[in-house]
């Protein structure tokens, strides 16, 4: 009696699964990542007895736009839908004579009756349908509880250290591989599988990988400050610092980042700040600049003070002054230098426009050779060609500024005449002489000059 019992009950769980289903995914809200899909019941539908977890063969599953569907059979994976639109299961295996030939259908399902019939009755099987929200998870805030380390590089002034910043924004994130994130993140969900299971450990990988990713910013030569203008690279970089733990691991990659502020302490900005200003005043003409108003914010102040009198006052200023050993004066004559002759900052002249030769470094001869320091051409053995604008002040140093950059001198208000201190002898024109005399051969230098 009791097998009885078992066949009549085989034989109507496969006659109740003999219809072909439709399953579909009728909404899906932003926080949810995985969602299980749904057999279509409705009241003219009389299919109402079969098996749960059991896709008929021929069945239809609609996937829609931002959605990925995977059919899992006896928990492994065995079909993958990305695209959006109608997909046929025609390879389950649960028969039916609805599908696939009537002949073929009806052989396989009484094959299907003797396994039931072994299970008792019931199914030894389950299948399952699960959709994956491929939209950008938006909205996932994250924040610096401690500072994180930042090395601040500014090419322009030598400046190299490591600061520590805060960082508060939001990022997006999208699944990109479907199947490593059933595997190895959600597995076999019951109903639905939302994105606050994930969250705080996403949140603490982000903010672990933050570290190594402003490093690869930062050689980039983006100030901290400027972050929330680089977000793409930022974004990039924390791609590939978690690309092997993200996206080979959990199927998920970082879409965007946003920052909303970032901070640095106060004493690290005041140091930026102080290095980046003391930088400047390198320069000869801005360090003048800075001290003239020095000197003029003192001389207000010594104006004001009527306790010790002004003049007191205005005679210690002196004597400060005095005992720095520069003046704004030497300063603006040190940057008047830096502009013709050795350049400000220490780098130094190359080629003058027309081929002739800079204050310092080579020339370049007609034949194109170029690098020469010598009076002759290495090449062609051409003499070096003569430099226009350029004076010999009588310390014998040759310029092309308003002062010496040996003495110190002013240059002469008239063009300088010349005649051999040797012999007495003059050229035609006084104003050029030639590099020796033509009479006993002495160079003609600074001592040449006609006092």
């Given at each position: 009696m009791?097998?009885?019992?078992?066949?009549?009950?085989?034989?109507?769980?496969?006659?109740?699964?003999?219809?072909?289903?439709?399953?579909?995914?009728?909404?899906?809200?932003?926080?949810?990542?995985?969602?299980?899909?749904?057999?279509?019941?409705?009241?003219?539908?009389?299919?109402?007895?079969?098996?749960?977890?059991?896709?008929?063969?021929?069945?239809?599953?609609?996937?829609?736009?931002?959605?990925c569907m995977i059919i899992v059979d006896q928990g492994a994976i065995a079909e993958v839908c990305t695209e959006a639109g109608e997909f046929v299961y025609d390879t389950s295996t649960e028969p039916t004579i609805f599908y696939g030939g009537f002949g073929e259908g009806l052989k396989r399902s009484f094959e299907q009756f003797k396994v039931?019939?072994?299970?008792?009755?019931g199914m030894g099987k389950d299948q399952r349908v699960y959709f994956f929200n491929t939209k950008e998870i938006m909205g996932n805030k994250y924040g610096t509880a401690s500072p994180v380390p930042f090395r601040v590089v500014d090419r322009n002034i030598?400046?190299?250290?490591?600061?520590?910043?805060?960082?508060?924004?939001e990022y997006s994130y999208r699944i990109t591989n479907p199947i490593l994130f059933y595997k190895?993140?959600?597995?076999?969900?019951?109903?639905?599988?939302?994105?606050?299971?994930?969250?705080?450990?996403?949140?603490?990988?982000?903010?672990?990988?933050?570290?190594?990713?402003?490093?690869?910013?930062s050689d980039m030569g983006v100030r901290y400050s400027a972050l929330p203008g680089h977000t793409a690279e930022l974004s990039n970089a924390l791609n590939e610092v978690l690309s092997d733990k993200w996206g080979g691991k959990y199927g998920i990659a970082i879409s965007a980042v946003g920052v909303s502020s970032v901070k640095a302490s106060e004493e690290d900005e005041k140091m930026i700040k102080e290095l980046q200003r003391n930088a400047t005043l390198r320069n000869p003409n801005m360090a003048a600049a800075h001290l003239v108003d020095a000197q003029a914010q003192a001389m207000k102040s010594a104006a004001a003070n009527t306790s010790?009198?002004?003049?007191?006052?205005?005679?210690?200023?002196?004597?400060a002054g005095n005992a720095g050993g520069m003046n704004a004066q030497n300063l603006f004559a040190m940057g008047q230098q830096g502009q013709y002759g050795q350049p400000a900052g220490g780098q130094q002249q190359g080629q003058q426009a027309g081929g002739q030769p800079g204050n310092t470094g080579g020339w370049t001869c007609s034949?194109?050779?170029?690098?020469?320091?010598?009076?002759?051409?290495?090449?062609?053995?051409?003499?070096?060609?003569?430099?226009?604008?350029?004076?010999?002040?009588?310390?014998g140093a040759k310029n092309k500024g308003k002062f010496c950059s040996e003495c110190g001198k002013p240059k002469p208000a008239g063009v300088p005449q010349y005649k051999c201190d040797k012999c007495g002898w003059e050229p035609k024109d006084p104003t050029k002489p030639p590099k020796f005399c033509p009479e006993c051969g002495d160079p003609f230098d600074g001592g040449d000059i006609k006092r």
């Open positions: 009791g097998l009885l019992k078992v066949g009549v009950s085989a034989a109507q769980s496969v006659l109740a699964d003999q219809w072909r289903e439709y399953f579909y995914c009728p909404s899906m809200a932003a926080d949810v990542l995985v969602k299980k899909g749904e057999k279509r019941q409705e009241k003219k539908n009389l299919n109402n007895k079969g098996s749960d977890n059991i896709i008929t063969n021929g069945s239809v599953i609609a996937v829609n736009e931002g959605q039931r019939f072994t299970f008792g009755g030598g400046l190299d250290i490591d600061i520590s910043i805060r960082c508060h924004g190895n993140i959600c597995g076999n969900v019951e109903s639905v599988y939302t994105r606050d299971k994930i969250d705080s450990q996403l949140r603490s990988e982000l903010l672990t990988a933050l570290q190594p990713a402003f490093a690869r910013i010790t009198g002004p003049m007191m006052a205005f005679a210690g200023m002196n004597m034949c194109g050779a170029t690098g020469n320091t010598g009076k002759f051409c290495s090449e062609c053995g051409k003499p070096r060609p003569e430099e226009d604008g350029f004076w010999i002040c009588s310390c």
